[in-house]
C-alpha cells in the first residue's frame, strides 16, 4: 500500500509580471521519500520550494491546487511551517552569535522550552558531527560546517518535512557525500525530503523521484534509474576536442550513434558498446572516454545544453 501524500500540487501557474515562472506544474510527494526538482537557473524549482512554505502566492492561477499536510499554504502558512524545516540557497546564519545560540534562539521561534532545546542542541549537532564546534563563532567555521549548521537549525522543531534548496552547493565531495548520507538516515526515520539541486549525481544518489523542469514546466517525471533507462541510450563516447572528430568519418551511416556537441567537444550515445568501441580505436588514449551514460546526459537532452540567461 503506497504511503500518503505529504503534497499534492496539481495544475500549478505563477507568474512573475509577464513571465511564466511555474506553467502547469503538478506532482505528489509520498511520506518518508525524498522528491527532486531539477533544472536550469531559471527553470521555477525554487519558486515552486517557496510556494510550499507559503511565500511567492501572489499570481499564482486560482486554478492551481496546492496540498500540504492538508493545508492551504496561502491560508495555513503558519500550520506547514510547525511542521516543516527549511534549509535556503544562502546561509543566514548570525554571525553575532555562536553555533550553540543560533539553535537556541531558532527553537525559541517553536516555542521549545529552553532544557528541551538544549537536549535537541545536542542531539542536532552530534547527529551533524558539530558537537566540538557547540562554543565557536559562526566566523570560525568553514563552509561546509555552516551548511551542516543550517540544516541542523532546520531540524530543530523534529519537522516531518525538510525542504533543501541546493543543500550542497560549493562544497567539497566528502561534506557532500557526509549530507547526502544524513539525508537518507533522516528519510529511514520517516522524515519527508523535498530538494532542489544541481548536481545530478545527488539527484541520483538519494532521490526516489523526481522531475525535470524547464521553463516552468514539467519536462519529465519518475524514478531516476527508470528514466535513464527509458530515455537515453546505455553508453557514451566523450571527445574532449572536436578536432580529433577527422577519423570517425568512415563510421557515418554504419552504426547507430547519437551525437551531441558544444564549440569545443562532442559525445556520441548508443546502445551499442562495441559500437563505439570500434570508433576510438581511431583516437588516441587521453582524447576519448567510454562511460555509462548518467542522469547529467539526460538532463542535457532534455533541457538543452545552451545557458538559460533570460
Not at 572516454?289 to 538559460?308: A, C, H, P, V
Request: with cysteine; aromatic share 8%; charged share 30%.
Amino acid at each position: 500500500m503506497q504511503s500518503r501524500a505529504i503534497i499534492e500540487a496539481r495544475n500549478i501557474n505563477k507568474t512573475y509580471g509577464n513571465l511564466k515562472a511555474v506553467n502547469d506544474l503538478s506532482f505528489e510527494v509520498r511520506k518518508s521519500s525524498c522528491f527532486g526538482l531539477l533544472g536550469p537557473n531559471g527553470a521555477g524549482k525554487t519558486t515552486m520550494m517557496k510556494m510550499i512554505y507559503g511565500k511567492s502566492l501572489r499570481d499564482v492561477s486560482p486554478q492551481s491546487f496546492l496540498n500540504v499536510f492538508g493545508y492551504d499554504p496561502a491560508r495555513n502558512e503558519l500550520e506547514i511551517k510547525s511542521l516543516s524545516g527549511v534549509v535556503p540557497q544562502e546561509d543566514n546564519l548570525d554571525e553575532e552569535l555562536n553555533v550553540r545560540d543560533n539553535l537556541l534562539i531558532y527553537a525559541r521561534f517553536y516555542g521549545i522550552p529552553k532544557k528541551t532545546a538544549e537536549e535537541r542542541i545536542e542531539e542536532l549537532l552530534g547527529f551533524m558531527e558539530l558537537l566540538d564546534k557547540k562554543n565557536s563563532s559562526i566566523r570560525e567555521l568553514s563552509g561546509g560546517m555552516k551548511r551542516r549548521l543550517v540544516i541542523a537549525r532546520a531540524m530543530m522543531n523534529n519537522p516531518e518535512l525538510l525542504i533543501l534548496d541546493e543543500p550542497t552547493t560549493g562544497l567539497d565531495p566528502q561534506v557532500r557525500q557526509m549530507i547526502w548520507d544524513k539525508i537518507r538516515k533522516l528519510k529511514k526515520q520517516g522524515v519527508t525530503i523535498l530538494l532542489t539541486t544541481h548536481y545530478m549525481e545527488e539527484a541520483f544518489q538519494i532521490c526516489d523521484r523526481i522531475i525535470i523542469m524547464h521553463k516552468g514546466k514539467k519536462v519529465m517525471e519518475g524514478v531516476p534509474q527508470e528514466l535513464l533507462a527509458e530515455n537515453i541510450e546505455k553508453y557514451a563516447l566523450q571527445i574532449a576536442d572536436k578536432k580529433n572528430l577527422s577519423c570517425l568519418s568512415r563510421f557515418k551511416g554504419k552504426g547507430t550513434a547519437r551525437k551531441e556537441e558544444t564549440d569545443e567537444m562532442a559525445v556520441f550515445y548508443s546502445n551499442e558498446l562495441k559500437y563505439l568501441e570500434e570508433m576510438a580505436e581511431c583516437l588516441e588514449a587521453g582524447d576519448f572516454y567510454i562511460r555509462q551514460s548518467n542522469l547529467e546526459d539526460l538532463f542535457l537532452k532534455t533541457t538543452g545544453r545552451g545557458l538559460n540567461e533570460e
